[in-house]
């Protein structure tokens, strides 16, 4: 086997420098090397005698040779690999840095919105106040138009029943007492929290009811208007007889004598009683005017009656 020429030792040792193999320095150490041999051996082959060198320091010589290409190659390899293996955890390291950057900004956003129910409860505070208040004046405007609901309701009412004829009124007055006392016990509530919203809502059944009971009395009057007028006008006139009866009665008790004087005087009070009775202002209604009469006559002739008892013995 042939020995390897100077120049293929140097590309291969320049190879060696650009694959990492071997050091800048240790390019240039072996390379002088190689080419003082070179000079060495050209010297003992020439005809002229043997230049003198300049001794040199006894180094251990590097033989290059295919196995030491092959070493260098396996050192490169390794090289490559370590330098995969540094990319891999410089991908990594970068890897971790992003990670980071997002856990930092998710943990920045979890923060503030963890931060966000801190300031929530006085804001919430502040809407339930302005709410609590606006509920309150609600209510009271509520309560303030109750009252006057209510008492318009009450106002007719009353004015209806003060303007009902007296028998009628007389005739519906232990029906209405007892509605009142219905209206009560059916408007009690308690089933507001606050003393105002359960007298509104007391308020409001109560005006209901009125309004309802107003429409019934207007009703009620005229249907038992001429049933009413008819029962007051028979009583009117038992009464009259009976009064008619105890005036003949005290008459007849006096003496003979006392009254053949007051004989006259009766007969002109008969005819004047029946002029005064039969000339009242008639009524809006027919038995209304016939009503008064007989209460008329019953009157004169209870005063009279209590007159002539002055003359019995």
Same mark, same amino acid.
């Given at each position: ?192 929290? @606050?003393?105002? /919203?359960?007298? %509104?809502?007391?308020? *409001? #059944?109560?005006?209901? +009811? ?5 429409? $019934? &009395? ?66 809006? @209604?027919?038995? /209304?005017?016939? %009503?008064?009469?007989? *209460? #008329?006559?019953?009157? +004169? ?5 209590? $007159? &002539? ?5």
């Amino acid at each position: 086997m042939s020995k390897p020429s100077l120049t293929n030792e140097l590309t291969r040792l320049y190879e060696l420098l650009e694959k990492g193999a071997i050091t800048q320095e240790e390019y240039e150490e072996h390379k002088a090397l190689l080419l003082n041999q070179a000079r060495n051996t050209s010297s003992h082959n020439g005809y002229g005698d043997p230049v003198q060198t300049k001794p040199t320091e006894a180094k251990p010589q590097i033989i290059i040779n295919q196995s030491a290409s092959a070493a260098a190659s396996s050192s490169a390899t390794a090289v490559a690999k370590n330098g995969g293996c540094l990319k891999s955890i410089l991908a990594t390291i970068g890897f971790l840095v992003v990670i980071s950057v997002i856990l930092k900004a998710c943990y920045g956003e979890e923060k503030t919105v963890a931060s966000t129910p801190a300031i929530e409860p006085a804001a919430q505070t502040v809407t339930n106040t302005d709410s609590q208040e606006d509920t309150q004046e609600n209510i009271q405007a509520s309560l303030q138009s109750a009252k006057q609901e209510n008492a318009a309701a009450n106002d007719e009412i009353n004015t209806l029943w003060t303007n009902m004829d007296v028998d009628v009124r007389n005739h519906l007055k232990p029906q209405q007492l007892a509605w009142n006392q219905q209206k009560k016990k059916q408007c009690q509530s308690n089933q507001y929290p @606050t003393p105002e /919203q359960n007298q %509104i809502e007391y308020l *409001n #059944c109560e005006t209901e +009811l009125t309004r309802s009971r107003i429409s $019934e &009395l207007q009703a009620q009057q005229d249907q038992v208007y001429v049933n009413v007028k008819e029962a007051k006008l028979q009583k009117l006139k038992q009464e009259a007889d009976d009064s008619i009866k105890t005036l003949e009665t005290t008459w007849d008790a006096i003496p003979e004598p006392i009254r053949d004087q007051l004989s006259s005087n009766l007969k002109s009070w008969t005819k004047s009683a029946d002029n005064e009775c039969n000339s009242e202002k008639p009524a809006d @209604t027919e038995i /209304q005017t016939e %009503i008064n009469r007989f *209460n #008329c006559r019953i009157k +004169l002739i209870k005063t009279k009656t209590k $007159e &002539l008892e002055g003359y019995k013995l």
